[in-house]
Protein backbone atom coordinates (compact mmCIF):
# COMPACT_ATOMS: atom_id res chain seq x y z
CA UNK A 1 0.00 0.00 0.00
CA UNK A 2 1.47 3.04 -1.02
CA UNK A 3 0.52 6.89 0.50
CA UNK A 4 -1.47 7.73 -2.87
CA UNK A 5 -3.64 4.80 -1.71
CA UNK A 6 -4.47 5.62 1.69
CA UNK A 7 -4.92 9.50 0.38
CA UNK A 8 -7.09 8.11 -2.58
CA UNK A 9 -9.11 6.11 -0.10
CA UNK A 10 -9.38 9.23 2.40
CA UNK A 11 -10.53 11.33 -0.85
CA UNK A 12 -13.01 8.54 -1.68
CA UNK A 13 -14.60 8.48 2.11
CA UNK A 14 -14.90 12.04 1.87
CA UNK A 15 -16.82 11.84 -1.64
CA UNK A 16 -19.08 9.16 -0.21
CA UNK A 17 -19.64 11.13 2.77
CA UNK A 18 -20.62 14.42 0.56
CA UNK A 19 -22.64 12.39 -1.75
CA UNK A 20 -24.80 10.59 1.44
CA UNK A 21 -25.76 14.15 2.88
CA UNK A 22 -26.27 15.98 -0.74
CA UNK A 23 -27.95 13.92 -2.71
CA UNK A 24 -27.36 15.20 -5.84
CA UNK A 25 -26.35 14.73 -9.33
CA UNK A 26 -23.17 16.61 -9.35
CA UNK A 27 -22.25 15.06 -5.60
CA UNK A 28 -23.21 11.59 -7.05
CA UNK A 29 -21.28 11.81 -10.25
CA UNK A 30 -18.06 12.76 -8.70
CA UNK A 31 -18.62 10.12 -6.30
CA UNK A 32 -19.26 7.26 -9.48
CA UNK A 33 -15.65 9.06 -10.99
CA UNK A 34 -13.98 8.84 -7.80
CA UNK A 35 -14.68 5.53 -7.64
CA UNK A 36 -14.15 4.38 -11.13
CA UNK A 37 -10.59 5.74 -11.46
CA UNK A 38 -8.55 3.27 -9.62
CA UNK A 39 -9.88 0.29 -11.23
CA UNK A 40 -8.89 2.29 -14.78
CA UNK A 41 -5.01 2.71 -12.82
CA UNK A 42 -5.06 -1.00 -11.55
CA UNK A 43 -5.68 -2.09 -15.44
CA UNK A 44 -3.21 0.31 -16.71
CA UNK A 45 -0.50 -0.95 -14.42
CA UNK A 46 -1.40 -4.48 -15.59
CA UNK A 47 -0.99 -3.64 -19.08
CA UNK A 48 1.95 -1.63 -18.50
CA UNK A 49 3.50 -4.46 -16.47
CA UNK A 50 4.64 -6.05 -19.58
CA UNK A 51 5.01 -2.80 -21.81
CA UNK A 52 8.50 -1.92 -19.22
CA UNK A 53 11.90 -3.63 -19.31
CA UNK A 54 14.48 -2.70 -16.83
CA UNK A 55 18.19 -3.96 -16.16
CA UNK A 56 21.64 -3.61 -14.24
CA UNK A 57 24.79 -2.73 -15.05
CA UNK A 58 28.04 -1.21 -14.07
CA UNK A 59 29.72 0.23 -16.57
CA UNK A 60 32.56 1.58 -15.11
CA UNK A 61 33.97 -0.93 -12.17
CA UNK A 62 36.22 1.62 -10.91
CA UNK A 63 36.20 4.89 -9.58
CA UNK A 64 39.60 6.90 -8.46
CA UNK A 65 38.79 9.88 -5.75
CA UNK A 66 39.86 13.27 -6.89
CA UNK A 67 40.55 13.88 -3.39
CA UNK A 68 40.86 11.88 0.29
CA UNK A 69 38.64 14.66 1.71
CA UNK A 70 36.03 14.35 -0.80
CA UNK A 71 33.25 11.62 -1.50
CA UNK A 72 34.23 9.27 -4.49
CA UNK A 73 31.06 8.67 -6.36
CA UNK A 74 30.31 5.20 -7.49
CA UNK A 75 27.97 4.98 -10.18
CA UNK A 76 25.59 1.65 -12.03
CA UNK A 77 22.96 2.22 -14.67
CA UNK A 78 19.39 1.25 -14.64
CA UNK A 79 18.45 0.76 -18.08
CA UNK A 80 14.65 0.75 -18.65
CA UNK A 81 12.70 0.14 -21.70
CA UNK A 82 9.17 1.53 -22.81
CA UNK A 83 7.52 -0.62 -25.32
CA UNK A 84 4.42 1.29 -25.35
CA UNK A 85 3.90 3.75 -27.96
CA UNK A 86 1.46 5.85 -25.94
CA UNK A 87 1.35 5.61 -22.80
CA UNK A 88 4.97 6.66 -20.88
CA UNK A 89 5.90 5.96 -17.40
CA UNK A 90 5.40 8.96 -15.24
CA UNK A 91 6.84 7.87 -12.26
CA UNK A 92 9.01 4.97 -10.98
CA UNK A 93 11.04 3.81 -7.76
CA UNK A 94 14.07 1.97 -7.85
CA UNK A 95 15.27 0.88 -4.02
CA UNK A 96 19.01 0.54 -3.60
CA UNK A 97 21.29 -1.61 -1.26
CA UNK A 98 24.99 -0.76 -0.92
CA UNK A 99 27.52 -2.00 1.05
CA UNK A 100 31.16 -1.31 1.49
CA UNK A 101 32.49 -4.51 3.59
CA UNK A 102 36.32 -2.79 3.84
CA UNK A 103 35.31 -0.11 5.93
CA UNK A 104 31.98 -1.18 6.89
CA UNK A 105 29.60 1.44 5.37
CA UNK A 106 26.14 0.54 4.56
CA UNK A 107 23.12 2.16 3.48
CA UNK A 108 20.04 2.17 1.52
CA UNK A 109 18.26 4.88 -0.87
CA UNK A 110 15.33 5.49 -3.37
CA UNK A 111 15.94 6.73 -7.07
CA UNK A 112 13.04 7.76 -9.03
CA UNK A 113 12.93 7.92 -12.65
CA UNK A 114 10.36 7.83 -15.71
CA UNK A 115 10.33 6.51 -18.86
CA UNK A 116 8.54 8.84 -21.94
CA UNK A 117 6.38 6.31 -24.47
CA UNK A 118 8.36 4.20 -26.92
CA UNK A 119 11.74 4.89 -25.38
CA UNK A 120 15.16 3.33 -23.87
CA UNK A 121 16.50 5.27 -20.82
CA UNK A 122 18.88 5.03 -18.99
CA UNK A 123 19.67 6.15 -15.22
CA UNK A 124 22.36 6.69 -13.38
CA UNK A 125 22.43 5.94 -9.73
CA UNK A 126 25.02 7.49 -7.85
CA UNK A 127 25.97 6.24 -4.49
CA UNK A 128 28.48 9.03 -2.61
CA UNK A 129 30.89 7.03 -0.81
CA UNK A 130 33.47 8.71 1.91
CA UNK A 131 35.96 5.73 2.29
CA UNK A 132 38.27 3.08 -0.13
CA UNK A 133 36.58 -0.58 -0.65
CA UNK A 134 35.01 -2.11 -2.91
CA UNK A 135 31.13 -0.85 -3.21
CA UNK A 136 28.51 -3.74 -3.60
CA UNK A 137 25.36 -2.17 -5.16
CA UNK A 138 22.51 -4.43 -5.03
CA UNK A 139 19.10 -2.84 -6.83
CA UNK A 140 16.32 -4.79 -4.72
CA UNK A 141 13.43 -3.81 -6.05
CA UNK A 142 11.86 -1.40 -9.66
CA UNK A 143 8.84 -0.50 -9.18
CA UNK A 144 6.40 1.08 -11.45
CA UNK A 145 3.00 3.65 -10.47
CA UNK A 146 -0.16 4.61 -12.30
CA UNK A 147 -0.52 8.39 -12.87
CA UNK A 148 -2.42 8.82 -9.54
CA UNK A 149 -0.04 7.32 -7.64
CA UNK A 150 -2.61 4.88 -6.31
CA UNK A 151 -0.88 1.74 -6.78
CA UNK A 152 2.47 0.18 -7.26
CA UNK A 153 4.01 -2.93 -9.30
CA UNK A 154 7.14 -4.45 -9.00
CA UNK A 155 8.62 -5.01 -12.35
CA UNK A 156 11.48 -6.40 -10.84
CA UNK A 157 13.74 -7.24 -8.19
CA UNK A 158 17.08 -8.61 -6.85
CA UNK A 159 18.99 -7.55 -9.68
CA UNK A 160 23.54 -8.74 -9.97
CA UNK A 161 25.04 -7.20 -7.57
CA UNK A 162 27.26 -4.67 -8.76
CA UNK A 163 30.84 -4.17 -7.63
CA UNK A 164 32.60 -0.75 -7.62
CA UNK A 165 35.96 -0.12 -6.47
CA UNK A 166 36.76 2.84 -4.60
CA UNK A 167 40.07 3.57 -5.25
CA UNK A 168 42.60 7.28 -3.90
CA UNK A 169 43.92 9.25 -5.80
CA UNK A 170 47.71 8.57 -5.99
CA UNK A 171 50.69 9.96 -3.22
CA UNK A 172 54.17 10.21 -4.16
CA UNK A 173 56.85 8.13 -2.19
CA UNK A 174 60.05 7.80 -1.46
CA UNK A 175 61.44 4.46 -2.89
CA UNK A 176 65.03 3.78 -2.92
CA UNK A 177 65.81 1.53 -6.75
CA UNK A 178 68.95 -0.29 -4.96
CA UNK A 179 66.49 -1.82 -2.20
CA UNK A 180 63.26 -2.28 -4.53
CA UNK A 181 65.19 -3.59 -7.55
CA UNK A 182 66.43 -6.68 -5.89
CA UNK A 183 69.71 -7.89 -7.62
CA UNK A 184 70.22 -11.39 -7.62
CA UNK A 185 73.43 -13.72 -8.99
CA UNK A 186 70.64 -16.25 -10.21
CA UNK A 187 69.06 -16.54 -14.09
CA UNK A 188 66.77 -14.59 -14.99
CA UNK A 189 64.62 -12.59 -17.53
CA UNK A 190 64.42 -9.55 -15.56
CA UNK A 191 66.85 -6.89 -15.88
CA UNK A 192 67.79 -3.49 -14.31
CA UNK A 193 66.60 -0.44 -16.43
CA UNK A 194 69.19 1.52 -14.03
CA UNK A 195 72.43 -0.21 -13.20
CA UNK A 196 74.69 -1.91 -15.26
CA UNK A 197 76.03 -5.58 -14.44
CA UNK A 198 78.05 -8.22 -15.75
CA UNK A 199 75.35 -10.54 -17.16
CA UNK A 200 76.37 -10.45 -21.17
CA UNK A 201 73.43 -12.12 -22.00
CA UNK A 202 71.23 -8.82 -22.26
CA UNK A 203 73.15 -5.38 -23.08
CA UNK A 204 72.81 -2.29 -20.79
CA UNK A 205 74.49 0.22 -22.78
CA UNK A 206 77.05 0.67 -25.65
CA UNK A 207 79.99 3.16 -24.90
CA UNK A 208 83.34 4.01 -25.93
CA UNK A 209 86.58 1.72 -24.22
CA UNK A 210 88.10 3.15 -21.24
CA UNK A 211 91.10 2.05 -19.31
CA UNK A 212 90.32 -1.14 -17.17
CA UNK A 213 87.54 -2.40 -19.81
CA UNK A 214 87.75 -6.39 -20.84
CA UNK A 215 88.72 -7.32 -23.89
CA UNK A 216 85.69 -9.88 -23.89
CA UNK A 217 83.20 -6.79 -24.02
CA UNK A 218 84.64 -4.78 -26.92
CA UNK A 219 81.96 -4.90 -29.65
CA UNK A 220 84.09 -5.80 -32.64
CA UNK A 221 81.53 -4.96 -35.37
CA UNK A 222 80.26 -1.57 -34.04
CA UNK A 223 83.76 -1.10 -33.52
CA UNK A 224 85.05 -1.81 -37.15
CA UNK A 225 82.10 0.65 -38.76
CA UNK A 226 82.47 3.55 -35.63
CA UNK A 227 86.52 3.51 -36.04
CA UNK A 228 86.53 3.86 -32.17
CA UNK A 229 86.33 1.09 -29.92
CA UNK A 230 82.96 0.35 -28.15
CA UNK A 231 82.19 -1.79 -25.44
CA UNK A 232 79.29 -3.66 -24.26
CA UNK A 233 77.94 -3.14 -20.80
CA UNK A 234 76.07 -6.40 -19.21
CA UNK A 235 72.57 -5.69 -17.59
CA UNK A 236 71.88 -6.54 -14.10
CA UNK A 237 69.92 -9.49 -13.37
CA UNK A 238 67.00 -9.02 -10.73
CA UNK A 239 64.86 -11.45 -9.23
CA UNK A 240 61.37 -12.72 -10.23
CA UNK A 241 58.97 -10.23 -8.24
CA UNK A 242 59.27 -8.11 -5.28
CA UNK A 243 57.69 -9.32 -2.34
CA UNK A 244 55.06 -7.09 -0.49
CA UNK A 245 53.33 -7.39 2.82
CA UNK A 246 50.18 -6.12 3.27
CA UNK A 247 49.13 -5.61 7.05
CA UNK A 248 45.95 -5.12 7.48
CA UNK A 249 45.49 -3.47 10.95
CA UNK A 250 43.97 -0.40 11.63
CA UNK A 251 43.99 1.18 14.94
CA UNK A 252 41.95 4.04 16.00
CA UNK A 253 38.27 4.11 15.99
CA UNK A 254 35.77 6.56 14.21
CA UNK A 255 37.04 8.77 11.84
CA UNK A 256 41.24 8.00 12.70
CA UNK A 257 39.98 4.68 11.87
CA UNK A 258 39.09 5.18 8.06
CA UNK A 259 41.99 8.08 7.77
CA UNK A 260 44.05 5.41 8.79
CA UNK A 261 42.81 2.68 6.42
CA UNK A 262 42.49 4.78 3.58
CA UNK A 263 46.05 5.88 4.02
CA UNK A 264 46.86 1.99 3.75
CA UNK A 265 44.70 1.63 0.71
CA UNK A 266 46.45 4.85 -0.95
CA UNK A 267 49.93 3.37 -0.09
CA UNK A 268 49.24 0.01 -1.76
CA UNK A 269 48.23 1.99 -4.73
CA UNK A 270 50.20 4.52 -5.42
CA UNK A 271 53.58 1.82 -4.47
CA UNK A 272 52.17 -0.97 -6.85
CA UNK A 273 51.22 1.57 -9.98
CA UNK A 274 54.62 3.11 -9.36
CA UNK A 275 56.07 -0.52 -9.86
CA UNK A 276 54.13 -1.20 -11.93
CA UNK A 277 55.39 1.64 -14.11
CA UNK A 278 58.86 0.51 -13.85
CA UNK A 279 58.05 -2.86 -15.02
CA UNK A 280 58.47 -4.33 -11.66
CA UNK A 281 56.33 -7.60 -10.93
CA UNK A 282 55.17 -8.03 -7.45
CA UNK A 283 53.96 -10.77 -4.78
CA UNK A 284 50.77 -8.94 -2.52
CA UNK A 285 51.23 -11.10 0.59
CA UNK A 286 48.44 -10.42 3.16
CA UNK A 287 46.31 -12.51 6.05
CA UNK A 288 42.60 -13.23 5.58
CA UNK A 289 41.24 -13.99 8.75
CA UNK A 290 37.93 -14.94 7.76
CA UNK A 291 39.25 -17.39 5.51
CA UNK A 292 42.61 -18.21 8.04
CA UNK A 293 44.44 -18.01 5.09
CA UNK A 294 47.60 -16.34 3.48
CA UNK A 295 46.62 -14.68 0.31
CA UNK A 296 49.25 -14.13 -2.40
CA UNK A 297 48.89 -12.62 -5.58
CA UNK A 298 50.69 -11.99 -8.37
CA UNK A 299 50.98 -8.33 -10.04
CA UNK A 300 52.45 -7.15 -12.50
CA UNK A 301 49.79 -5.04 -15.05
CA UNK A 302 47.21 -2.38 -13.69
CA UNK A 303 44.38 -5.38 -14.53
CA UNK A 304 45.52 -7.28 -12.18
CA UNK A 305 46.06 -4.51 -9.59
CA UNK A 306 42.61 -3.91 -10.04
CA UNK A 307 41.70 -7.48 -9.12
CA UNK A 308 44.19 -7.55 -6.55
CA UNK A 309 42.63 -5.37 -4.84
CA UNK A 310 38.77 -7.10 -5.60
CA UNK A 311 40.22 -9.51 -3.04
CA UNK A 312 41.76 -7.37 -0.62
CA UNK A 313 38.61 -5.45 -0.32
CA UNK A 314 36.74 -8.31 0.64
CA UNK A 315 38.85 -9.04 3.74
CA UNK A 316 37.57 -6.78 6.86
CA UNK A 317 40.44 -5.26 8.94
CA UNK A 318 41.71 -6.45 12.15
CA UNK A 319 42.93 -4.62 15.16
CA UNK A 320 45.83 -6.97 15.75
CA UNK A 321 49.22 -5.62 15.08
CA UNK A 322 50.89 -9.20 14.92
CA UNK A 323 48.00 -11.42 13.18
CA UNK A 324 50.38 -11.35 9.53
CA UNK A 325 53.40 -12.66 10.99
CA UNK A 326 51.83 -14.74 12.91
CA UNK A 327 49.29 -16.01 10.12
CA UNK A 328 52.66 -16.33 7.79
CA UNK A 329 55.02 -17.74 9.84
CA UNK A 330 52.73 -20.76 10.95
CA UNK A 331 51.52 -21.26 7.11
CA UNK A 332 52.00 -24.08 5.07
CA UNK A 333 54.06 -22.40 2.31
CA UNK A 334 55.16 -19.64 4.39
CA UNK A 335 59.12 -19.53 4.18
CA UNK A 336 61.61 -16.60 4.80
CA UNK A 337 62.18 -14.47 2.15
CA UNK A 338 65.55 -12.94 0.88
CA UNK A 339 63.88 -9.62 1.36
CA UNK A 340 60.72 -7.79 1.31
CA UNK A 341 58.91 -4.56 1.36
CA UNK A 342 55.85 -4.40 4.29
CA UNK A 343 53.32 -1.67 4.47
CA UNK A 344 51.32 -0.91 7.75
CA UNK A 345 49.79 2.40 9.27
CA UNK A 346 49.74 0.13 12.72
CA UNK A 347 52.65 0.72 15.53
CA UNK A 348 54.49 -1.90 15.48
CA UNK A 349 57.92 -3.86 18.09
CA UNK A 350 60.90 -4.45 16.17
CA UNK A 351 60.04 -6.41 12.78
CA UNK A 352 64.00 -7.29 12.79
CA UNK A 353 63.56 -11.18 14.29
CA UNK A 354 60.20 -11.59 12.99
CA UNK A 355 60.93 -14.56 10.51
CA UNK A 356 59.59 -13.02 7.78
CA UNK A 357 62.93 -12.64 5.53
CA UNK A 358 66.26 -13.81 6.03
CA UNK A 359 68.41 -10.44 4.70
CA UNK A 360 66.47 -7.01 4.90
CA UNK A 361 62.78 -6.10 5.63
CA UNK A 362 61.79 -2.51 4.43
CA UNK A 363 59.28 -1.71 6.45
CA UNK A 364 57.15 1.28 5.17
CA UNK A 365 54.75 3.63 7.79
CA UNK A 366 52.02 4.78 5.65
CA UNK A 367 50.41 6.90 7.92
CA UNK A 368 53.59 9.54 7.53
CA UNK A 369 55.27 7.89 4.73
CA UNK A 370 58.41 7.21 6.18
CA UNK A 371 60.70 4.24 5.08
CA UNK A 372 62.36 2.28 7.66
CA UNK A 373 64.98 -0.50 6.92
CA UNK A 374 65.16 -2.86 9.30
Not at 16 to 33: D, H, K, P, Q, S
Not at 168 to 183: A, I, V
Not at 286 to 309: A, G, I, P, Q, S
Amino acid sequence: MTVGTILYALLCLMGIFICIFYLEFGTVAIAGILLFLPIVMFLFLIFMRTRITASVDSKNPMTEKDDMEKPARAAITLSLENRNKILPITKGIARVYYTNKFSGESGRMKVRFSVDAGRKRDRRIVVPMENCGDLAITVEKVRIYDYLSIFAWTIGKNYPRQHVLIMPPTKDFYLDRDKWYNETDEDSDRFSLYKKGDDPSEVFDIREYADGDKIQRIHWKLSSKTGTLMVKDGSLPLTKALHIFIDLCVSGSGEEWHRNANALVQGIYSISLYMIEHMVPQHMIWYNHEKDVVEERLVEHEEELLWMFQDLFRTRPTSDPTELVSAYQTWDQGRPLESAMYLTVCDHGDLENSGLTRNRLEVMDLRSSTTDTQ
